[in-house]
C-alpha cells in the first residue's frame, strides 16, 4: 500500500510548525510523500529534507497552487482519496475495506476545507469524530492502516539511528 | 485505565497551536486531563474548556509552575510515569505491560527535556523512533494503551454531536 498526504489549508507562517509536524507524522508512520498545497515555504522544506537525509528514508515534499489539479492527477493514476474529516466515517469501520486498496491519498484539511472536497473523496474518514488535530488524526490513520508495521519500519542509508533504551539516549 | 498528560515545555505564544493541539489529542483520545507547565495561558484554556463544553465530557486542563512537584504528587498516588521520547523502548513492546497498570501519568515534552526525567520515568517509550509530533506520539500512544476502544467513546453532556456521513456534514 501506498500512501500519499495532502495537507490543504497551510497558511506559510501561521501554519508551518503544525504543517511540519504533519509531514514528519506523514514521514514517520510510512506515508511515501507529502504535498502541500500553497506557496512553497522553502524553509519548511530545508527543514524535512533536513530530517529525511539524517534519519533516512525516501520521504518527499513538494509544494502545489490548487489541490483540484493534485486530486485529479492522483485518481487519474489509480489512487483513491480519503478525506480525513470529523464528520467522515469512523475509521474502525472502514479501516478494512480501505486496506484492500493499492494507493490512497490522504487528504488532511485545517478548519476550513472547501465542500467540494467532500463530494471528491472516495472516503470520507473521521478518527474519533472529536476535534482533534490533522498531525494525530494522520498518525493514528496511518496506524491503522498499516496496522502498526509501520512502528519498526526501517529506515534506509539513516546516518543516525536509534537504539531503544529503558533509560537515557543510545544513538548509532 | 486513567492517564493525564503533563506537557513540558510549552512556551506561551510559541507553543500555543501545538499545545491545544495536545490538549485536544489527549482528549479526543481517552486522557483524563492536561496539566502544562509554564506560565497559565488563558486563551490556551479558554480554548480548551469552550470545546469541551460544546462537545461533552470531563476533560479538565491546568497549569503548574513545575513537573517535578507534579511528578512527585502523581506518585504518590500510585501513578505510573510513562515518559515519551523518540530514545525509548518500543511502544509495541511495552504497551501489553503498561495496560496493566491503573494510573498513568504521561509525560509529552518539546524539544528539550530535563535528563532527569529520562530518570525517573517508570517507562521511557518511543513511538516509532523516529522524530515526528508530540501530537502524533500522545494520539498513537493511547490509541494503543486503550486498544482502539476510545475511538467510540461517547463525551457525555455534548452539546453538539456528529452523526458520521460518507459525504458532507451531519450535526445533531
Redesign the interface.
Known amino acids: 500500500m501506498k500512501i500519499s498526504v495532502l495537507r490543504i489549508g497551510h497558511r506559510i507562517f501561521r501554519d508551518q ?2 504543517t511540519t ?1 504533519c509531514a ?2 506523514s ?3 510510512g506515508a511515501e510523500e507529502i504535498i502541500i498545497v500553497g506557496d512553497a515555504d522553502e524553509k519548511l522544506r530545508k527543514n524535512i529534507e533536513k ?1 529525511s537525509s539524517e ?1 533516512g528514508g525516501d520521504f518527499k515534499i513538494s509544494f502545489s497552487q490548487t489541490w483540484r489539479d493534485i486530486i485529479k492527477k492522483y485518481s487519474s493514476e489509480g489512487y483513491k482519496i480519503a478525506h480525513l474529516t ?8 472502514t479501516e478494512k475495506e480501505m486496506r484492500k486498496e493499492k494507493k490512497i491519498l490522504l487528504v488532511a484539511g485545517g478548519e476550513k476545507v472547501p ?1 467540494e472536497i ?2 471528491l ?1 472516495d472516503y ?1 474518514i ?8 490533522e ?2 488524526s ?3 490513520f496511518l ?2 492502516i498499516f496496522q ?1 508495521q ?4 526501517d ?1 534506509k542509508n539513516a546516518r543516525r ?2 537504539n ?8 548509532s
Open positions: 510548525r503544525i509536524h514528519l507524522a514521514r514517520a508512520f530530517i534519519w470529523m464528520y467522515g466515517l469512523r475509521l474502525q469501520d465542500p467532500y463530494q473523496a470520507n473521521s478518527v474519533t469524530t472529536q476535534p482533534h488535530s498531525v494525530s494522520i498518525a493514528v496506524d491503522h502498526s509501520e512502528l519498526k519500519k529506515f539511528k536509534i531503544p533504551a529503558a533509560h537515557g539516549k543510545d544513538i
